[in-house]
Each structure stands twice: as C-alpha cells, then as structure tokens.
C-alpha cells in the first residue's frame, strides 16, 4: 500500500470536517464528491449554491449530501466577523472591512476552521500560495511551543530503501524564505511530528542539511545550521536528530561513519531539514524530477490544520490532501 491509501484509511478510521473554500471549482467539486463517497471526510464545499452546483453538472460530480454554504449569506458570517475584527483591529482591520472579509470564502473558511466549525481546510486550486497563506497564518497562527508554520513535504520514493520503506519528510519546501537558527529548530522538531503523524514513522531520525559536515567548512550560514541542531535537541532531547550534515553524511551509512562518526542519525536519515527555502524548495523538486518521487506539501506547525494546493493539482491530489489534512486533525 502506498503512503497515500495509507493516510486514506486512517482518515476513514475516524471521519473529520474539512472546509473547501473553493467550492465551484470543477477539480474541488469532484474531489468532495470521491471524499464523501468513499469516506474520507466529512466536506463542506463554499460558494454561490448555484455556482458550486453547476460545477457539479458539468463533471458529473454526485455532490448529493455535500453540505454547501454561501460565505455571503451565511448566518455565521456576523459572529466570524466580530471575532475577526477582534483579532486584526491592531492590524488596522475595522468592523467594517471585517463584515467584507469574511464574505470571501478563504477567510470564512479559515474562520470555520479558527471557530472550530471545521477540523482542517484545503485550498489552492484557484488561490496562489500566498493568498492561501496569509489569511492562515494571520488567523490561525502557529501552534503553542512552535515559532514558525512551515510546509513539510511528504515525498514517496519508488525505491523502497531510500528513507523508511521509501518514505521521507522534506522540510521546508514552501513558507519561510530565511528562517533563523530559533525558526529552523522549530521546523526539525515539526517535521519529526509531522512523520509520525502522516507517515507512521515511529523513529524520524532528522538530519539539518548544510554544505558542511561537522565543522569541516567555516561560514556563519553553517553556524545556523550547527545553532538550529543545538536548538531543536533542546527542545525535544528525546528526538535522534544531528546538524550540521551534508546530504550524503545524512543518508550513506558509509560517508556518515568517515565525517560525522558518532552522528546519533548513522547516516539513515528519513527527515531532511534544508537550511533555507531556495535549497528546500530545489531539493523537493530535485527528488520529483530526477528520482521520480511523490511530493505532497503539508503545512506543519499550525495551530489547526490548513493546508494548501498546487494550482495545477489533479482531482486526486486534492482528495489525497484532504485525507492528509483530515489525519493531521485526528493527531
Ligand atoms: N509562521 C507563522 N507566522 C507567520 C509566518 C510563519 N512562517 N510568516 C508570516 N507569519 C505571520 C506574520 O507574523 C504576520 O502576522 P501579523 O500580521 O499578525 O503581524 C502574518 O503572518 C503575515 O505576515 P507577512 O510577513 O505580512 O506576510 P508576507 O506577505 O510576508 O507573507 C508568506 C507570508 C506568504 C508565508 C511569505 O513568506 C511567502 O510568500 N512565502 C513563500 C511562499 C511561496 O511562494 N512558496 C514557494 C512556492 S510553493 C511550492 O513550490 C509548493
């Protein structure tokens, strides 16, 4: 079985709410219609009930049952407005312009999910990664203990020797253009969640990538790294986890036992955390390209699950994100 039929079935093993603010999408509306048909969620589809309806006709999408809710004539949409304008009135954000915003479906939806009226949101077939961002981040904010959201990757390679049993956590691949050494501890220690949640792997062994293995170059950016190690060991001393390594120290037992003898990770790294996002969101898109591997982003870090979509995403890579994002609401 696959990673992604694995989070399927622990997501139907305990059905979640999961808002999708895109509801007269065409891909949003077929996916809902496979998630509700095979039980992967409990979806709530946003929109013109006409608009989102017609998306249906047009794809044959069976939505019969799919709870539909108009952001504009939503009843709910008053009580979200006043805790939005709470939230944001130091943000300049007046009663006025909040009673507006929630009328767009991506801040009702993340208003739903704030409220606790849903469990997790998908968006991003329409919206780009930062209009689905922001509102998130701004509304949701990050989980108590951590400094940053960022996005973990879930990458499935064919080759079932590369991570564990082919699997392997990417962090960060799509939020903090620099973090610092305080945020890119709190992104190791994320991630290593992140793999026992959705990949079922009991020990993530994490790696803090770098150019340089064990003090073998001199540079304040391998100082970073070196830091965030010292960081992330701190706040969770029970994780295996070691910086700063080269990617080949991280995952040959071989190059680890020459350059970092002694590495608590032993050169079998299912956890890759890369020092910025230029080398994450390379590194990514490296591994899907050349070694053929799946990729699936997943915000971490985050209060409550919100996650986001590629605009050229398929209609299964939406079901498979809602799944992914139900099994984050279960954790
Ligand atoms: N974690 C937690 N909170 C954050 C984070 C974060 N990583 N980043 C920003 N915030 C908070 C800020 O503190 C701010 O809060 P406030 O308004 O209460 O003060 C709020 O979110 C908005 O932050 P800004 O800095 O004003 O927002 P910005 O315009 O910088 O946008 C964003 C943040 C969207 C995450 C930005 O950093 C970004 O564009 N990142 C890259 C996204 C991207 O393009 N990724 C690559 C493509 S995706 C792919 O390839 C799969």
Redesign the pocket.
């Known amino acids: 079985m696959g990673i992604v039929e694995k989070i399927k079935a622990k997501a139907k093993a305990n059905m979640k709410r999961i808002v999708l603010p895109e509801g007269d999408e065409k891909r949003t509306v077929q996916a809902a219609a496979i998630c509700k048909k095979e039980g992967i969620a409990d979806v709530v589809l946003l929109g013109d009930e006409e608009k989102v309806c017609a998306a249906a006709r047009e794809t044959g999408a069976d939505i019969t049952g799919i709870e539909i809710v108009n952001p504009e004539t939503s009843q709910n949409a008053p009580a979200y407005a006043e805790v939005l304008y709470e939230l944001r009135k130091s ?1 300049g954000v007046t009663p006025e312009k909040a009673d507006e915003m929630v009328k767009d479906p991506m801040y009702y939806g993340i208003m739903m999910v704030k409220m606790g009226d849903a469990d997790g949101l998908v968006s991003g077939a329409v919206h ?3 209009d689905m ?2 509102p998130a ?2 509304i949701i ?2 989980k108590p203990g951590y400094k ?4 973990a990757f879930v990458m499935e390679f064919p080759n079932p020797a590369i991570g564990h049993e082919g699997v392997m956590i990417f962090s960060d ?5 620099n973090p610092t050494a305080e ?1 890119l501890a709190s992104i190791a220690v994320a991630s290593a969640e992140s793999a026992r949640t959705l990949c079922g792997i009991d020990e993530p062994r994490v790696a803090l990538l770098s150019f340089s293995t064990k003090g073998s170059a001199k540079h304040e950016l391998v100082d970073k790294v070196r830091t965030a190690a010292e960081l992330a060991h701190q706040m969770a001393p029970e994780l295996i986890l070691d910086g700063e390594l080269q990617l080949d120290a991280a995952v040959v037992p071989e190059v680890a036992a020459l350059k970092a003898k002694g590495s608590p990770v032993e050169g079998r790294a299912n956890v890759l955390i890369f020092p910025d ?1 230029q080398a994450g ?1 390379i590194g990514y898109k490296l591994a899907q390209r050349f070694a053929g591997a799946g990729a699936f ?1 997943l915000l971490q ?1 985050i209060a409550r699950p919100c996650n ?1 979509l ?1 605009r050229g995403c398929s209609v299964e890579d939406i079901v498979a994100t809602v799944a992914m994002t139900a099994v984050q609401a279960q954790a």
């Open positions: 943000k780009s990664t930062g961002l922001r981040l701004q904010r990050t940053t959201v960022s996005a691949g799509a939020v903090m253009p945020e996002l969101n982003a870090g986001d590629s």
